[in-house]
C-alpha cells in the first residue's frame, strides 16, 4: 500500500509563501502523474498542480506565476512552492499520485493552508 504523507500547511499573511511536501512510502509504484488538489469549503476538489512521469507540469490559471511544483531526484517527495498567497488560496491541499500501471489513485490526508492577516 502506497501512503502519502503532507506537511508544511499553516497560517500565513496574504503575499507570504509556503512550500508544501507530499513523502510517498510504502510499496514500489511507478507513478504516472502526481499532483496537488484542493478544496476549500463548499467547492469541489480542484487541480492546483501537476507533474506527469514524462516532467510535463501543469498549473491552473489562477496559480500560474506563483505556484511550483516540483519532485526531489528519487521522485519520493513531491513539493508545492507557493508565493504571492491569496486569501483565496485558502482550502485544504492534498496530495494525489496515480499509479502507471496499477490506475490506483492515492490521497494525501489533506493539509491546511489559510492566508489571512
Known amino acids: 500500500q502506497v501512503h502519502l504523507v503532507e506537511s508544511g500547511g499553516g497560517l500565513v499573511q496574504p503575499g507570504g509563501s509556503l512550500r508544501l511536501s507530499c513523502a510517498a512510502s510504502?510499496?514500489?509504484?511507478?507513478?504516472?502523474?502526481m499532483g496537488w488538489y484542493r478544496q476549500a469549503p463548499g467547492k469541489q476538489r480542484e487541480l492546483v498542480a501537476g507533474?506527469?512521469?514524462?516532467?510535463?507540469?501543469n498549473y491552473r490559471d489562477s496559480v500560474k506565476g506563483r505556484f511550483t511544483i516540483s519532485r526531489d531526484n528519487d521522485k519520493n517527495t513531491l513539493y508545492l512552492q507557493m508565493n504571492s498567497l491569496k486569501p483565496e488560496d485558502t482550502a485544504v491541499y492534498y496530495c494525489?499520485?496515480?499509479?502507471?500501471?496499477?490506475?490506483?489513485?492515492?490521497w494525501g490526508q489533506g493539509t491546511q493552508v489559510t492566508v489571512s492577516s
Open positions: 510504502g510499496i514500489r509504484v511507478r507513478f504516472n502523474f
Open positions: 507533474v506527469t512521469s514524462g516532467g510535463d507540469t
Open positions: 494525489n499520485a496515480q499509479g502507471r500501471y496499477s490506475g490506483n489513485s492515492y
